[in-house]
């Protein structure tokens, strides 16, 4: 494949360098390893060479190890050329670049990976640093700096399938329900990201926009949830005017949260509150029934409660019934088409 015209990051990702003729798998991946992979001294630097497969013993002094580029990065990319070459063939001009620079952010992330995970496994490392030793485990959080760019980048060529979903909810209440059901330990919600695009701070659309448009460049997929009839409705509906979320990744309650919850919960986070205990889930129906607005204005109407101070205690409290490992709730079918049932599915669906 000709690659003239396009470049590669130089082995400090300053500079770039063109690329000039054709390319097949082995001599892409062999430029890329004489531009990118380092001569490292082994024994004297690496904190892995007490246990790396790719040491190697000096000819000269058999209890020495030689100096040879880095194994491991090495084969990072000779396996990461060999087996996404032939997406090439079929990339714009733009992805190929997108291509060659996330290749370049990879193998720096695996090479500092592995050097950060040595140093922070070995004994005498850590014993060397004295007082800075705790600096050793805190330098892991900068390895993220190259996994966003590696996502950034990827996320424009759909075999990577790199793009992680992240969920912004419409407030606190939403955040805390999903926040409790993580310790049901069920992977929907251990590895789901979550988000409050309105909550204190972000209250105008544009500054809402620019956070969804942030974790787009660094290969997110946006997911949202709004409320039709919310205070806060008008911004999510411009956020999917503008593009910054696809229709088909957003869901909306007809009124709010609290609305979309089975009644008999509902109000059996009431009455562990405290509140209406005299009233039974029969009068409580009758009472809010039609449910033509919020369940919260109609409770206040008709109850006389005051909702607002205790949503977060009313979603937890509800949380810990789908927590329950006797309800399946994913296998009720009459819950499954409910409106918090639509919604979990919807999160659920978040990869």
Not at 41 to 51: G, Q
Not at 92 to 99: A, C, F
Not at 127 to 136: L, R, V
Request: glycine share 6%.
């Amino acid at each position: 494949m000709n690659l003239s015209g396009h470049k590669i990051y130089d082995i400090y990702g300053i500079k770039k360098i063109p690329l000039q003729g054709q390319f097949n798998s082995d001599s892409l991946a062999q430029k890329l390893i004489d531009e990118w992979i380092p001569y490292i001294d082994c024994e004297r630097k690496c904190p892995r060479s007490d246990y790396c497969k790719y040491t190697k013993p000096s000819p000269y002094h058999p209890n020495r190890l030689t100096d040879i580029k880095c194994g491991i990065g090495v084969n990072t990319l000779n396996n990461f050329v060999t087996c996404t070459f032939h997406i090439l063939e079929s990339l714009s001009p733009e992805n190929i670049q997108n291509y060659l620079d996330g290749a370049f952010y990879l193998s720096q992330f695996v090479l500092h990976a592995e050097g950060t995970v040595g140093a922070c496994v070995e004994k005498y490392i850590i014993e060397d640093y004295g007082e800075y030793a705790p600096a050793i485990f805190g330098y892991v959080t900068r390895l993220r700096d190259e996994l966003n760019k590696i996502g950034a980048l990827f996320r424009h060529i759909p075999e990577f399938r790199s793009e992680k979903g992240v969920l912004f909810v419409e407030g606190w209440t939403e955040k805390a329900f999903l926040e409790k059901l993580r310790e049901s330990h069920s992977s929907w919600f251990l590895d789901l990201n979550l988000e409050v695009y309105a909550g204190k701070g972000n209250r105008r659309p544009k500054r809402i926009q620019m956070l969804l448009d942030n974790y787009k460049k660094q290969g997110y997929k946006i997911y949202i949830q709004g409320d039709a009839d919310g205070q806060h409705s008008d911004i999510f509906n411009e956020l999917v005017r503008k593009g910054s979320v696809t229709k088909e990744c957003t869901i909306v309650f007809k009124y709010d949260f609290e609305s979309a919850l089975p009644p008999n919960l509902f109000l059996k986070a009431l009455h562990e509150l405290g509140e209406i205990p005299e009233v039974g889930i029969r009068e409580f129906i009758k009472k809010a029934s039609p449910l033509d607005r919020s369940v919260v204005k109609k409770v206040k109407e008709i109850f006389g409660i005051n909702c607002d101070p205790i949503k977060l205690d009313i979603a937890s409290i509800v949380a810990e019934r789908f927590n329950d490992p006797r309800w399946a709730w994913w296998q009720d079918d009459k819950f499954m088409r409910t409106e918090m049932g639509r919604f979990l599915s919807f999160v659920q669906g978040i990869i």
